[in-house]
């Protein structure tokens, strides 16, 4: 049989790896071209998702995973090898200067711009605009000496002058932050509302838009100086910089003023999911636009996310492109990952000059950003922290990095020095953040607002409680003026900010709590208590209109519900007790819980023995006819668990028709998973209401028996 199976697999690597099944007619056709592309699409999709997965695992960003997968799948490694049909492999190396097919380049840059468009949309310009003097102070600061730094740093790697082209674009390059990651960190250490953690997120605003208009200028700056021969002609290049400037400024100052008539023009389209999708076609066209004035596409992208982020569809247009991101934003990270030639990354003059651009890019931002701290209350902690914080580069300097090696100003080693400096700087600052904040001691020289913080804690019994108690503090917050921002990390952050009062909510599983400064906790309070008043009347108001009781009468009566056979089948017989011995409730429940238990089906037998007592004390589930379908749900349980017992002399279990209940099917299932717990209760609510089926039941002589005759009914009633 094996050497079968060799001979088989022998057969189609020859077959499929044969010019017969590559480019037969010689120059390849549209369909085949389309072909190879869905191909490296699903095997790029499949790729990155591993990628990042395992990256999160390490508590490391998942870009990265999709960035080392797309160089190991890539042209210059994994991806030049035959394989099933593609001659020259999967991922071929077109063309040493530029190794992707346009096809699959295309993707990326739609990738590109969907990000930057998003990060438009999650720009806080209220922020920008008014909110901290101390945010806007340090960005300019990082930027300035960044991108003077990296063009240096630039001039030391290309011999060429800090005025060539490539040094200015790797001194853009250098100005990238990505607030993403430090923003996790200070999530995990309760610093998003200290003094240091507001400075980073408000000073990253201030970079992201100072590093699109310096992109603008360099881009125009190396157009002129291209067609220039690289001669610097500084009359050209002030009209050109005039230029970017005005075309971005005018772009966004009309945007921002027409805002309000955008958003409600887009409102024509009635659902939620056709709105967001003109939005992205509206920036796709000023997109365009932005390239045919000698911008780049992306800055284009970032102005309509920035003017649509001004309008009550910025959380409804984020949400609803949220799957498009998650098809097409691993598709970049993996491309930019393509183009790096590992031969050339690998030299030893390439990795010294990649650590060179790297110390250079970790220095300026703690320079740039921290030393202007100093001056604005921050002590050496404190100027630690934010320096360390700004330091990230991650998607935005790929992205800049992306534009550069397509446009030619780039080589292939300079694009991995590039792609080495986002590694490096991606790295590095994570942990050596983590460890400044753990250090004890303020970071500002006088106490001032945010220094201390309070961490208030509110449990609910389930998670539907507490997803609806919360909805209605949000809700409260955003009509009392409050900004609010769903970061969405490992869960649900909520950054919430008005005037100086800074509040960070953080959303787990049946409980959520608030972090603030003290001055703030009574108003926190105030906020919750209100809101749970609401949260009461609404459930006083469903208990009045759903008329739990009577609904059980007629769930217990009904006996044409759909039945699902299938669930039957993967009862365990060692979870069937044909005996019970206990002689009361709390008795039977423990007795088939520990059953479940002893058979290796709970993760947690405490989540889950408290989980069925907590819902029989709700409301009881004995129903009518000696039965009872005790049944709860935990996070001690994978997927749906059933026990079942009989007891034939029967107990009091407080049941609908007060007889005694003899039949006792327990279900647990997982809080959160999607699983089948409504379906197999109703499933075996429908079984059990056959006439003198319970008879049968207490017939059975064995588990194998009883589990037999469970399938047999659910097959017949099915």
């Known amino acids: 049989m094996r050497k079968k199976s060799l001979i088989i697999i022998s057969v189609f690597l020859v077959l499929f790896t044969s010019p017969l099944f590559a480019n037969g007619a010689g120059e390849s056709s549209l369909v085949e071209k389309m072909t190879e592309l869905v191909f490296q699409i699903g095997i790029i999709l499949f790729a990155a998702k591993l990628g990042g997965y395992l990256m999160k ?21 994994l991806g030049g090898l035959p394989f099933f049909g593609f001659q020259h492999g999967l991922f071929p190396l077109v063309n040493p200067e530029f190794p992707v097919t346009p096809e699959l380049y295309a993707f ?73 990651i430090t923003a996790r960190i200070l999530s ?28 603008a200028i360099v881009l125009g700056i190396v157009s002129v100086m291209t067609g220039h021969g690289g001669t610097v002609h500084w009359g050209s290049i002030g009209f050109i910089a005039l230029k970017a400037i005005g075309v971005w400024l005018g772009f966004t100052v009309v945007g921002l003023l027409f805002a309000r008539k955008i958003g409600n023009s887009l409102k024509i389209f009635n659902s939620e999911t056709s709105i967001a999708i003109m939005s992205l076609g509206l920036a796709l066209i000023l997109s365009g636009l932005f390239e045919k004035a000698g911008l780049a596409m992306i800055i284009g992208a970032y102005v309509m996310g920035l003017t649509l982020s001004r309008t009550d569809l910025s959380f409804i247009i984020q949400e609803k492109i949220h799957p498009l991101q998650e098809f097409f934003v691993p598709i970049f990270f993996c491309v930019m990952g393509m183009l790096v030639d590992v031969s050339v990354v690998l030299k030893p003059e390439v990795l010294m000059a990649g650590a060179l651009f790297s110390l250079v890019g970790i220095l ?22 934010i320096g360390v914080g700004m330091v990230p580069r991650g998607e935005v ?15 292939p080693s300079q694009f991995g020095v590039a792609v080495l400096m986002t590694l490096m700087t991606t790295l590095i600052p994570p942990p050596i953040l983590t460890l400044l904040l753990k250090k004890e001691g303020m970071g500002t020289r006088t106490e001032m607002k945010g220094t201390k913080t309070v961490v208030n804690d509110f449990d609910f019994p389930s998670h539907e409680l507490m997803h609806l108690a919360l909805s209605r503090v949000v809700g409260a917050l955003r009509a009392e003026g409050f900004y609010l921002h769903d970061m969405e990390l490992d869960h649900h952050i909520y950054q919430i900010r008005k005037d100086d009062v800074f509040l960070t909510i953080h959303e787990y599983s049946d409980s959520f709590e608030v972090v603030s400064d003290p001055e703030d906790v009574f108003y926190i309070k105030t906020v919750v208590y209100e809101s749970l008043l609401e949260v009461n009347n609404t459930i006083e108001s469903l208990k009045t209109m ?46 088939m819980v520990d059953r479940m238990d002893n058979d290796g089906k709970l993760l947690d037998y405490a989540d889950c023995l408290q989980s069925v007592l907590d819902r029989e004390a709700s409301m009881s589930t004995g129903m009518q006819n000696g039965i009872a379908i005790p049944h709860g749900k935990s996070d001690g349980v994978r997927e749906l668990v059933v026990s079942i017992g009989l007891k034939k002399e029967g107990i009091d279990f407080n049941s609908l028709d007060g007889l005694p209940t003899k039949v006792f099917i327990m279900t647990l299932s997982p809080k959160k998973n999607t699983g089948p717990h409504i379906q197999f209760l109703s499933s075996i609510s429908a079984i059990l209401n056959k006439p003198h089926f319970i008879e049968d039941l207490l017939a059975c002589s064995d588990p194998a028996s009883l589990k037999e005759l469970l399938v047999r009914e659910a097959k017949e009633k099915a």
């Open 397 to 411: 300097a790929l992205i800049m990095a992306g534009i550069g090696i397509s446009a030619g100003i780039l080589n």
């Open 546 to 591: 759903a008329r739990p009781g009577e609904l059980k009468k007629e769930l217990a009566a009904d006996d044409n519900t759909r039945v699902q056979n299938n669930f039957f089948k993967e009862i365990s017989e060692h979870c069937i007790i044909m005996d019970l011995k206990g002689n009361d409730k709390n008795g039977i429940l423990y007795e």
């Open 108 to 180: 990326s840059t739609v990738a590109s711009i969907i990000l930057l468009f998003h990060s438009g949309l999650e720009t806080d310009l209220s922020l920008f605009l008014r909110f901290s003097v101390k945010g806007a102070v340090i960005g300019i600061g990082g930027v300035v000496v960044s991108f003077i730094s990296g063009a240096w740093a630039g001039s030391l790697i290309t011999g060429l002058p800090m005025t060539a082209p490539v040094n200015l674009f790797l001194g853009v390059i250098s100005t990238a932050t990505s607030v993403g």
């Open 57 to 77: 695992k390490i508590n490391m960003p998942s870009v990265l995973g999709e960035l080392m997968i797309g160089i190991i799948i890539g042209p210059y490694l």
């Open 364 to 385: 300026s931002k703690m320079i740039g950003c921290g030393i202007p701290s100093l001056f604005l209350n921050f002590n050496l902690l404190g100027a630690s922290r």
């Open 188 to 215: 995990e250490q309760r610093k998003m509302d200290s003094p240091e953690g507001v400075t980073v997120l408000a000073a990253a605003v201030i970079d992201d838009v100072l590093g699109i208009i310096i992109l």
